[in-house]
C-alpha cells in the first residue's frame, strides 16, 4: 500500500515551475506515477493598479518552495533531489520530514482565499498620508483614520473645499505619498 505524505522542496527562486513540470515528467514513467500525487506552488492573488486600471495578478507566497505530495522512498528521494532546479527536501537531519495535513490544508486554504478576495499589494496603516488615484476624489490627499483590510477599503480624511470630509475609498484607489 501506498502512503502519500506532503514534503517541501526547496527550489531556485524563479524556477518553481520549471521544477514543478521536470518532476510531473519524470514521474510519468510507468515504475514511478504511482508514488507522486499533487505538485502545489504556493500562490496568492493580489489587487494593483497598472496605468490607472486595477489588476490582479498572481504572487508566490512562499517564493523557491513547493509542494509535493509523495510516497518518500529512496528511488523518488533520488529522483526529486537529482532534478535540476532543486536544491533538496526541507526537514530535521538527513530525512525529509512531512508536512502535517493541518499545514497542507491551511496552505490550501489561503491559496483559494486569495482566489477570492485578491490582497492588496500595498498595506495600508492609521495615521498614513495617501494620494487618491480613482475614482471621484481623483488627485485628493488625505489621511487614513480607518483601515479594514479584510474588507479591502479605508476611510480617510480628505480636505474638499478646505473642510476635513471623511470618504470611503477602496485599496485600490489610493497609493501612498
Request: a positive charge; proline letters at 6%; zero cysteines.
Amino acid at each position: 500500500m501506498i502512503m502519500k505524505k506532503w514534503y517541501i522542496v526547496h527550489t531556485q527562486t524563479g524556477l518553481e515551475d520549471k521544477v514543478k513540470s521536470k518532476l510531473e515528467k519524470s514521474f510519468s514513467t510507468p515504475g514511478l506515477k504511482d508514488y507522486i500525487g499533487q505538485i502545489l506552488i504556493p500562490t496568492e492573488q493580489i489587487a494593483e493598479i497598472r496605468h490607472g486600471k486595477k489588476s490582479i495578478s498572481k504572487r508566490k507566497f512562499f517564493p523557491g518552495y513547493i509542494l509535493v505530495e509523495l510516497e518518500l522512498n529512496e528511488e523518488t528521494y533520488l529522483v526529486v533531489k537529482n532534478t535540476s532546479g532543486v536544491t533538496g527536501f526541507i526537514g530535521m537531519g538527513k530525512k525529509p520530514s512531512p508536512l502535517g495535513d493541518k499545514e497542507v490544508e491551511e496552505i490550501k486554504r489561503k491559496s483559494v482565499v486569495s482566489e477570492s478576495k485578491p490582497a492588496p499589494k500595498v498595506i495600508f496603516a492609521k495615521g498614513e498620508a495617501i494620494r487618491i488615484t480613482n475614482g471621484p476624489f481623483v488627485n485628493f490627499s488625505g489621511v487614513i483614520e480607518e483601515v479594514s483590510p479584510d474588507k479591502g477599503k479605508l476611510k480617510a480624511s480628505v480636505s474638499i473645499f478646505g473642510r476635513s470630509t471623511p470618504v470611503e475609498l477602496e485599496y485600490w484607489q489610493v497609493e501612498k505619498v
